[in-house]
């Protein structure tokens, strides 16, 4: 951080100058804006204003200084330009040389790749000579293509990578709302910039290489993947059929070429393509997702379908009607939609008003509307009215023959309709309200309660009928489920509807009815009837504008709507003067001019029903005989675009003189109202409701003149007695006076304190406005920001951040987008289409925000916050401008000045990133959009500066790698920049020949700059100290190198070798710091390797890779060899695992070319690491085309290291590849399983024919097949034993003589085959006891000690033995086995007179202590013995194989809790560590000690678990070897004697059938009762026995009990009479003691019984027992340290509570007192001493009680002392009577 700060003052001192002036203009347009703030608070707006222009005006002086070095500058800048023009010439005459002489090559020579290697070699090495530093970018990337046609793509950025076009905007209606003469009408006023908006071309700016950006999707390739080998059918004939002779001949001298990779390339694919990634989906860093403009509705509004079916009357009908539905709350009865005018009337009908509504628009004519609600609210109706021919008589006299009906008489119906024809001729532009009805459209719980064929009854029309009557008549209706209403309210008829919901999702149609599909809906029109896509259809359909308040749908303004909806509410003429005015009826027209009141008014009123699209004017319904009308009519009017302070709604009142009283006319005029549509704040009137008076009084200009008429006339002096109601519906009037008064300054081109002071009031414009009006808003925002005062450009900042926020903030819950709101991320996108030559907004944006940022404004965070919108609006705005001016060259094409700022800015913002980094989201934010920014100016302005900016913004975020978070964000700054579409070019991939790893490291590094840096932090993290810092950066270059490998401009080999050859450093860094990436979690290492292997597979291999690591040091080359063993190892996918092979097997087969000295030497250091990353390739499974390269390899290396496999000490090599190559030779397929036995004949003859024997080979072959017996798992041999068979007959007829005098080869492999047959026997027998895991660890044993003569062999099974016992989770006996292992590595050290050395164990007492068991194991063969073969010749027989055994033995028993065992083998440890000085090792030692003895003490305190001991007993014949035998069990601590039953159950239940299978009881048994097809067994559970009081006192804790234990005892209960149990004086017990042929523990878990006697116990004696055993159980507890309360409570309750203290009472009264005549005088004595020692250990324990408890138990100490003294008294006499018996006998 203090880097950062020192960097900011750095900067900060180099642009004083420059943004001096700046910040002095800042100042003083502070102190004007606080003066102007201050006389605010004294006097009027006009003085505030005039304090705001002597602001603006000491502005003015500055900005002529400014024009000056304007000027100056634009003539310095042509000077350069006219420079640059000149340069631009000749460089062009050079280049159209330099193509002219390509022709000519070209014409010599065909295009290949490799020529084009050759042309660019001069290029390259003068790119060499150049300094770094003095490199000029640009000129790098603009001159590259030129050097290499063909490899444009890799060397140069195109032409067309970024371009600007212009697009219509899309439009929901198929034509456009804005005419040709609305933008003429709307030129020079307010909303001319609105009109604009919807107007204009979208300018957008394509990336047409963007689809390069990120990771690409996967491309197809024509190979299929080959299966894996255990999918690939068993092809039949024996191995001799396939071994072809080819394989078996001799490598030639050509094939050892390390070159020959090409090979390997056939059926190969792209690496990335193998294995699952993090980033599975592909998708891009670049969040940027909108590709098309922004369009969105409320994400819960609702969209309702209403079709007008029917209207019926009972008695039928006879005149025309008509209808205007409406959404209606019933709780806040508010209108929620415009009305729709509907009527269902036939032609005949509508003939009969004459010439009235003949000329209907179809749109009017529409059946049916598309209403849209917000919520699903039960509190929503659908309401209709309808409406009638005005009649002279009231409503219910004009609704008396309705209720008649069909019983009508004809006289009656004559005389209806001659009234209604006459009425409709004369009154049939006069409507009077009839009827009205409505339902709700939802549940309380938002469901959809209408549908198809809706039926509504009408309620008769009442003078009184208001919204609170409908909404209480509606409420009764649904509570009741029905019309509801008396009399003569219901009107005996039905208005039928189809009501639906549109819907567009498929799933949502299929499951109701209720829906309609809203794309299959063609013919609506929107509310300013233009047609709306898709068109065409027969149906024609309203969409009708919903009445929202402001605060629930701020959708944004995306077409043209300017319309004003009316609403007549209430006109009182009752007093009125003149004529009796009570048919009352107005008369609405739009007017703008006042000069005559008979005008007709504009033709901008939206008609009706039956009516054109517009009319000139609109009239209200009449109600009979009413002086107070309450109306429901709806007037809609479009609002002119050139709309003026003189445009105004004319309201006429008229009584319609229906009674025709002679003399009068039919319309009588009462008067005139009016409306203006401009306030003085030059806004529209808002949405309220209007109170007017009433004028009665005729004159020219009718409104200008009222006030200074005299004895202007008034109805009701002048009263409001009319009452109308406004809404606005307009996406180009606000109604909020601030916002307009921006507009009206905006329009005026004012620059002063007006335009400043609308400005600040911008932000108080409530956020709904900020949102509708969001585009038009910012465009002027911009033009001001960069065409005004500085006052004003300053203020403009603050604005946008401030719209920019509050339409975020009210937008986010309809939008899917996050942080990156649709709307913003649309604006710039399409509406953003700078143009202002004055000065480009990316200077002034940047230099503004720069100025907030050195202030630490409350803006900044705002800023910050949406620093997104702003980097691209800045992107656009270079681009724009790079498109207008056609600029050749970046470097020096944007001001210093800007360059300045933009770096200022950054520097500031990672400041914060850095000191924000705990608020994590938004530093994060942050960051990843200055990263998208610095991607995104690679584009657009010289890249050397982007560098520097990048450079700065990752090296000084964290330079130590000491924050997770902090290394996160710079892992995803390089993510995002490194998905740049052109990040090849961008590193100007020259190539650099190697000379030194440091050089390869550091100027690749320095070169390739943005490589470098990735690689610079990728290797900066593994310095780190938690895993979420050094896994950081991993992933990102993992992405970067998948993007490479899967682009389609590298697919072709050269390319990719060069774009891979970037990366050698990767591979540097990963050697350096090889140990810390092998030390890393599994998921992790995946990525590592997946990058090394990619750099492998793909670099440069002679001139890159085969040159650095002929360089790189021994010790780095391990460590390449050890990553390279984990490529092969860290993948499980077998794809995955087949290239990362593939590649393993590239770089081997080099490096036996390269270092064939080194590795064939004796003692080599790298061959162990190259024979690991070798022979790891064969440890997963494989596919057969990869086994064939890997076979062909593996000739190679026999052919090549005989000497190290044959000849030198370490028999390993050939052990481990000879292992591998059998378990092949037994594979299924017939291919693989021909090459393997083919690689088995070779090792035996290279053997023979390297030594004149194959004496290893024998050995190996042994060791190697029994390794495959246990450790493979195989259970089938048969193909190997085919394949071992046929290569013995190989070896006869290749070698039939004998040339040793020991049998030819032939004879000596038959003989071998022999052997390996009876190893592969006794493996298969251990296969077919895979069910009992006691039977197979026994085999295993038994087969180890059948090769006493072959140490190796038996130290192989034993071996496998304990990876076995690891299987089964055996810890002590998988340390038993190790014990065993170190046992005879000792006792072979003492043959070979090793064991002098200091630290090596001299004697087998110490292994006895620990496993006893081990003292019975068979003695080693005498090494003088041994023939060719030799002994001993693993590796485990050394000082290192005894220490790395005892080690893991360490590791064994600590996991079986076996601390007593740890101990004892640490102390072996700390002898041979500490006679070596080895104090390293000493202190893990003893700290792994410490560790070991604290869980040990832990443990005892805790209680102790040991192992348990169960007996089993086999009876059956068809138990085979196994029938009469008993063994004992070891078992854990936990397993009780049911889970030990269920488990035998199921094993041999499993394996031999449940029928066959029978546990039987404890008890003695006779085999002639026991049916012989059956095979029985029996359980019971055993304790460890001792023998004599001394043997159990040398075992003082549970430990001491359970090791080294062999005698083992359970007891069985009976009586003479054959029961069980009995009475205590009759019950007798037998006890069995078994002796198991070895102590446990041992290497097994179960042990053969040797021995087994039986004691019986009489009744006296069983007595003693029990009673002995309930005092020691008290004893115990007594000297337990400390003191157990639980147990101690426990044995104390069983011993003196009356409840259960029979049991000693019951032994007293049965053999003492005067029975005791009747038994041994010596056991009486025995139970009278017991006795009383017990009743002595009670009275101890109730003491101790006492002392441990609290008052919570004294009431349980009570009991226990009560119980001990009726114990006492009844036993006392007994004893007493026992005394003096036994004395007086």
């Keep these: 951080m203090e880097a950062i700060s020192a960097g900011l003052g750095e900067g900060g001192g180099a642009d004083k100058e420059e943004a001096g002036e700046d910040e002095q203009e800042e100042e003083e347009e502070e102190e004007a804006a606080a003066a102007q703030e201050r006389g605010a608070t004294e006097s009027s707006g006009e003085v505030e204003t005039e304090a705001l222009a002597a602001d603006v005006s000491a502005d003015d002086g500055k900005k002529e200084e400014a024009a000056k070095k304007e000027e100056a500058a634009k003539k310095e800048e042509a000077a350069k330009k006219e420079e640059a023009a000149k340069k631009e010439e000749a460089a062009k005459k050079?280049?159209?040389?330099?193509?002219?002489?390509?022709?000519?090559?070209?014409?010599?020579?065909?295009?290949?790749?490799?020529?084009?290697?050759?042309?660019?070699?001069?290029?390259?090495?003068?790119?060499?000579?150049?300094?770094?530093?003095?490199?000029?970018?640009?000129?790098?990337?603009?001159?590259?293509?030129?050097?290499?046609?063909?490899?444009?793509?890799?060397?140069a950025f195109p032409s067309d990578d970024l371009e600007v076009v212009s697009i219509p905007i899309p439009m929901r209606t198929s034509e456009s709302s804005v005419t040709e003469e609305l933008k003429g009408e709307a030129r020079g006023t307010l909303i001319e910039e609105a009109v604009r908006v919807f107007s204009a071309n979208y300018t957008v700016v394509k990336r047409n290489y963007e689809g390069y950006g990120g990771l690409m999707p996967r491309p197809s390739n024509e190979a299929t993947p080959e299966p894996a080998d255990e999918d690939l059918p068993w092809v039949a004939g024996g191995p001799e059929a396939s071994l072809d002779p080819k394989i078996l001949s001799d490598v030639k001298e050509g094939d050892k070429e390390a070159d020959k990779w090409a090979r390997l390339e056939s059926g190969r694919y792209d690496l990335f393509e193998t294995f699952p990634m993090a980033r599975a989906d592909c998708t891009p860093t670049d969040r940027r997702r909108l590709k098309v403009p922004y369009q969105l509705k409320a994400k819960d509004s609702i969209e309702l379908l209403v079709r007008a079916r029917e209207l019926r009357f009972h008695m039928g009908i006879m005149e025309p009607f008509f209808c205007r539905a409406f959404l209606f709350n019933i709780r806040t009865q508010e209108r929620l939609s415009e009305y729709w005018h509907f009527d269902l009337s036939s032609p005949e009908h509508l003939e009969m008003l004459g010439h009235r509504r003949r000329y209907p628009d179809p749109v009017n004519k529409s059946h049916s509307a598309v209403f849209t609600v917000d919520t699903r609210n039960d509190q929503i109706f659908i309401i209709v009215h309808v409406l009638k021919v005005l009649r002279p008589v009231d409503i219910d006299t004009a609704a008396e023959p309705f209720f008649k009906g069909i019983g009508m008489k004809d006289k009656e119906k004559a005389k209806l309709a001659e009234d209604l024809s006459y009425a409709c001729t004369k009154f049939g532009d006069y409507l009077m309200p009839f009827g009205w009805c409505g339902t709700p459209l939802f549940t309380d719980h938002g469901h959809l309660i209408v549908g198809?064929?809706?039926?509504?009854?009408?309620?008769?029309?009442?003078?009184?009928?208001?919204?609170?009557?409908?909404?209480?008549?509606?409420?009764?209706?649904?509570?009741?489920?029905?019309?509801?209403?008396?009399?003569?309210?219901?009107?005996?008829?039905?208005?039928?509807?189809?009501?639906?919901?549109?819907?567009?999702?498929?799933?949502?149609?299929q499951n109701s009815g209720i829906y309609v599909d809203s794309k299959t809906l063609k013919g609506r029109h929107n509310t300013m009837l233009l047609p709306v896509k898709p068109t065409g259809g027969s149906e024609v359909c309203r969409e009708l504008v919903p009445l929202r308040a402001h605060t629930t749908s701020p959708v944004p303004h995306l077409e043209y709507v300017n319309v004003l909806f009316v609403f007549p509410e209430l006109l009182n003429m009752s007093k009125f003067k003149g004529v009796d005015a009570k048919n009352l009826m107005v008369r609405v027209r739009l007017k703008d001019n006042d000069r005559d009141?008979?005008?007709?008014?504009?033709?901008?009123?939206?008609?009706?029903?039956?009516?054109?699209?517009?009319?000139?004017?609109?009239?209200?319904?009449?109600?009979?005989?009413?002086?107070?009308?309450?109306?429901?009519?709806?007037?809609?009017?479009?609002?002119?675009?050139?709309?003026?302070?003189?445009?105004?709604?004319?309201f006429t009142f008229y009584h319609v003189n229906v009674e025709e009283k002679k003399g009068m006319e039919l319309e009588v005029e009462l008067g005139y109202a009016t409306l203006y549509l401009?306030?003085?704040?030059?806004?529209?009137?808002?949405?309220?409701?209007?109170?007017?008076?009433?004028?009665?009084?005729?004159?020219?200009?009718?409104?200008?003149?009222?006030?200074?008429?005299?004895?202007?006339?008034?109805?009701?002096?002048?009263?409001?007695?009319f009452s109308v109601s406004t809404y606005l519906a307009s996406s180009v009037h606000a109604q909020d006076q601030h916002l307009m008064e921006f507009f009206r300054q905006c329009h005026t081109d004012s620059d002063g304190a007006p335009l400043v002071m609308s400005l600040r009031k911008l932000r108080e414009v409530d956020e709904y406005y900020h949102a509708k009006f969001f585009i038009c808003i910012l465009n002027l925002l911009f033009k001001v920001m960069v065409t005004k005062s500085a006052a004003a450009r300053k203020e403009s900042f603050s604005d946008m951040l401030a719209v920019i926020t509050s339409v975020s903030n009210k937008l986010s819950s309809l939008d899917d987008d996050g942080e990156r709101h649709s709307l913003l991320q649309s604006y710039v996108n399409f509406s953003f289409a700078e143009a202002f030559p004055e000065r480009p907004l990316y200077e002034e944006l940047s230099k503004r925000w720069l100025a907030e940022a050195k202030k630490q404004s409350t803006d900044l965070t705002k800023s910050y916050e949406f620093a997104w919108f702003l980097f691209e609006l800045v992107v656009k705005s270079l681009t724009l401008e790079s498109e207008a001016k056609q600029l050749k060259t970046r470097k020096g094409a944007h001001s210093d000045e800007f360059c300045t700022s933009v770096r200022e800015l950054l520097r500031h913002m990672l400041l914060y990133i850095v000191q924000n980094q705990g608020a994590n989201e938004f530093a994060a934010r942050l960051n990843e959009s200055v990263s998208i920014f610095l991607k995104d100016l690679f584009a657009v302005v010289d890249r050397a500066f982007v560098f520097e900016l990048l450079h700065y913004h990752v090296t000084h975020m964290d330079a130590r790698c000491s924050s997770a978070v902090l290394t996160g964000f710079k892992a995803r700054t390089l993510e995002i920049?490194?998905?740049?579409?052109?990040?090849?070019?961008?590193?100007?991939?020259?190539?650099?020949?190697?000379?030194?790893?440091?050089?390869?490291?550091?100027?690749?590094?320095?070169?390739?700059?943005?490589?470098?840096?990735?690689?610079?932090?990728?290797?900066?993290?593994?310095?780190?100290?938690?895993?979420?810092?050094?896994?950081?950066?991993?992933?990102?270059?993992?992405?970067?190198?998948?993007?490479?490998?899967?682009?389609?401009?590298?697919?072709?080999?050269?390319?990719?070798?060069?774009?891979?050859?970037?990366?050698?450093?990767?591979?540097?860094?990963?050697?350096?710091?090889?140990?810390?990436?092998?030390?890393?979690?599994?998921?992790?290492?995946?990525?590592?390797?997946?990058?090394?292997?990619?750099?492998?597979?793909?670099?440069?291999?002679?001139?890159?890779?085969?040159?650095?690591?002929?360089?790189?040091?021994?010790?780095?080359?391990?460590?390449?060899?050890?990553?390279?063993?984990?490529?092969?190892?860290?993948?499980?996918?077998?794809?995955?695992?087949?290239?990362?092979?593939?590649?393993?097997?590239?770089?081997?087969?080099?490096?036996?070319a390269d270092f064939y000295d080194e590795l064939s030497s004796r003692g080599s250091m790298l061959m162990p690491c190259f024979f690991d990353a070798f022979i790891g390739i064969f440890a997963k499974r494989q596919t057969v085309s990869l086994m064939s390269a890997l076979f062909r390899t593996t000739r190679r290396f026999i052919d090549s290291f005989s000497d190290v496999l044959f000849k030198y000490d370490n028999a390993e090599y050939c052990g481990a590849l000879l292992y591998e190559v059998l378990r092949n030779t037994n594979e299924r397929n017939s291919i693989t399983r021909s090459e393997a036995g083919a690689i088995t004949y070779m090792l035996i003859k290279t053997n023979f024919l390297a030594t004149n024997n194959f004496a290893r080979m024998k050995l190996q072959s042994m060791i190697a097949v029994s390794k495959l017996a246990s450790k493979s798992g195989i259970k089938e041999f048969a193909m190997l034993q085919q394949t071992l068979q046929h290569v013995a007959r190989l070896a006869g007829r290749e070698f039939p003589v004998d040339l040793t005098g020991k049998g030819s080869l032939g004879d000596q492999v038959e003989a071998l085959t022999t052997r390996l047959f009876k190893v592969i026997r006794d493996s298969m027998r251990i296969n077919d006891f895979a069910f009992d895991p006691e039977m197979v660890a026994e085999l295993q044993l038994d087969v180890s000690r059948a090769y006493v003569d072959s140490p190796d062999l038996r130290i192989t099974w034993i071996e496998n033995l304990a990876r076995f016992q690891e299987t089964q989770s055996n810890w002590i006996e998988v340390g038993q086995c190790k014990l065993l292992v170190a046992m005879l590595v000792t006792r072979c050290m003492a043959v070979l007179h090793r064991s002098q050395d200091a630290g090596i164990p001299k004697s087998h007492e110490q292994f006895d202590l620990m496993a006893p068991a081990l003292a019975t194991e068979p003695p080693l063969p005498d090494p003088s013995s041994a023939g060719e073969e030799g002994l001993f010749n693993s590796a485990v027989w050394s000082e290192h194989g005894l220490i790395e055994t005892l080690e893991v033995a360490v590791e064994a028993f600590k996991r079986g809790g076996a601390q007593e065992l740890c101990i004892a083998v640490y102390e072996m440890l700390l002898e041979y560590h500490q006679s070596r000085r080895d104090y390293a090792t000493l202190t893990k030692l003893f700290g792994d000690l410490k560790h070991v003895t604290s869980s040990l003490v832990s443990a005892v305190k805790g209680g102790r678990l040991v192992a348990c001991y169960y007996r089993v007993a086999f009876f059956g014949k068809e138990w085979a070897e196994l029938n009469g035998r008993e063994y004992v069990y070891k078992e854990g601590a936990m397993v009780r004697l049911a889970d030990f039953a269920q488990r035998l159950k199921e094993q041999y239940t499993q394996a031999y059938g449940g029928d066959k299978i029978e546990l039987l009881g404890n008890k003695a048994l006779s085999e002639y009762t026991l049916d012989p097809a059956k095979m029985y067994y029996q359980i019971v559970s055993v304790l460890p026995h001792f023998d004599d009081e001394e043997d159990a006192a040398a075992r003082p804790t549970e430990w001491d009990r359970n090791h080294d234990v062999r005698n083992f005892i359970y007891e069985t209960p009976f009586t003479m009479e054959g029961r069980v149990k009995g009475d205590i004086s009759a019950q007798m017990k037998r006890k069995t003691i078994l002796t198991t042929a070895q102590p446990f523990p041992s290497v097994l878990k179960r042990l053969q019984v040797a021995d087994k006697k039986?004691?019986?116990?009489?009744?006296?004696?069983?007595?003693?027992?029990?009673?002995?055993?309930?005092?020691?159980?008290?004893?115990?507890?007594?000297?337990?340290?400390?003191?157990?309360?639980?147990?101690?409570?426990?044995?104390?309750?069983?011993?003196?509570?009356?409840?259960?203290?029979?049991?000693?009472?019951?032994?007293?009264?049965?053999?003492?007192?005067?029975?005791?005549?009747?038994?041994?005088?010596?056991?009486?004595?025995?139970?009278?001493?017991?006795?009383?020692?017990?009743?002595?250990?009670?009275k101890f324990a109730l003491a101790l009680n006492k002392s441990l408890i609290g008052p919570d138990q004294i009431e349980f100490q009570n009991e226990c002392e009560a119980g001990y003294d009726r114990l006492h008294n009844e036993v006392a006499e007994l004893l007493t009577w026992a005394t003096a018996l036994a004395d007086e006998f």
């Design 94 to 155: 050079e280049e159209a040389a330099k193509k002219e002489e390509a022709k000519k090559e070209a014409t010599k020579k065909p295009k290949k790749v490799q020529h084009v290697i050759v042309s660019l070699s001069s290029a390259e090495d003068k790119f060499e000579e150049a300094e770094e530093d003095k490199l000029d970018l640009e000129e790098c990337f603009s001159s590259a293509a030129t050097k290499a046609e063909e490899l444009q793509d890799l060397m």
């Design 452 to 509: 198809s064929n809706t039926q509504l009854k009408l309620y008769k029309y009442k003078v009184d009928t208001t919204a609170e009557v409908m909404a209480d008549t509606l409420r009764k209706q649904v509570k009741e489920g029905k019309a509801v209403g008396g009399g003569k309210r219901v009107l005996p008829s039905d208005l039928v509807l189809d009501i639906h919901q549109l819907e567009s999702d498929p799933d949502v149609l």
């Design 597 to 650: 009141l008979t005008d007709v008014g504009l033709k901008m009123v939206f008609g009706e029903s039956s009516e054109p699209k517009l009319v000139s004017e609109a009239r209200t319904g009449v109600l009979f005989h009413q002086k107070k009308a309450c109306m429901f009519d709806h007037i809609k009017v479009l609002i002119p675009g050139n709309l003026s302070a003189f445009h105004h709604l004319l």
């Design 977 to 1152: 920049v490194c998905d740049y579409e052109h990040y090849v070019p961008l590193n100007n991939p020259l190539f650099i020949p190697v000379i030194s790893v440091a050089q390869a490291k550091e100027q690749y590094m320095k070169r390739y700059r943005l490589v470098g840096l990735l690689l610079s932090e990728l290797e900066l993290s593994l310095t780190g100290s938690c895993s979420e810092v050094v896994h950081a950066v991993t992933p990102v270059v993992r992405d970067v190198l998948w993007k490479h490998d899967v682009d389609e401009r590298y697919q072709d080999a050269y390319r990719k070798m060069r774009v891979a050859s970037l990366y050698l450093p990767l591979l540097v860094i990963a050697v350096e710091h090889h140990e810390r990436i092998l030390g890393l979690p599994r998921e992790q290492q995946r990525d590592w390797m997946a990058c090394i292997m990619f750099v492998m597979r793909n670099a440069y291999r002679d001139d890159v890779l085969r040159r650095w690591w002929k360089v790189e040091s021994l010790k780095g080359l391990c460590a390449l060899l050890r990553l390279l063993t984990a490529c092969s190892a860290v993948f499980d996918e077998v794809p995955a695992v087949r290239e990362g092979s593939f590649v393993v097997i590239d770089v081997l087969e080099a490096f036996m």
């Design 1654 to 1738: 039986e004691i019986v116990l009489t009744p006296i004696e069983n007595a003693i027992e029990l009673i002995f055993s309930k005092r020691d159980a008290l004893k115990t507890e007594l000297n337990r340290q400390p003191p157990q309360l639980k147990s101690l409570q426990i044995n104390l309750q069983g011993a003196v509570l009356a409840q259960v203290n029979a049991g000693p009472v019951e032994i007293a009264r049965n053999f003492l007192g005067h029975k005791s005549v009747d038994f041994n005088k010596k056991h009486v004595e025995t139970l009278s001493n017991g006795i009383k020692d017990f009743l002595t250990v009670c």
């Design 678 to 721: 401009m306030t003085e704040q030059h806004h529209v009137i808002a949405n309220q409701r209007h109170e007017l008076p009433v004028a009665q009084m005729h004159i020219s200009q009718y409104c200008s003149a009222v006030e200074s008429t005299p004895n202007f006339k008034w109805v009701d002096s002048r009263k409001p007695i």
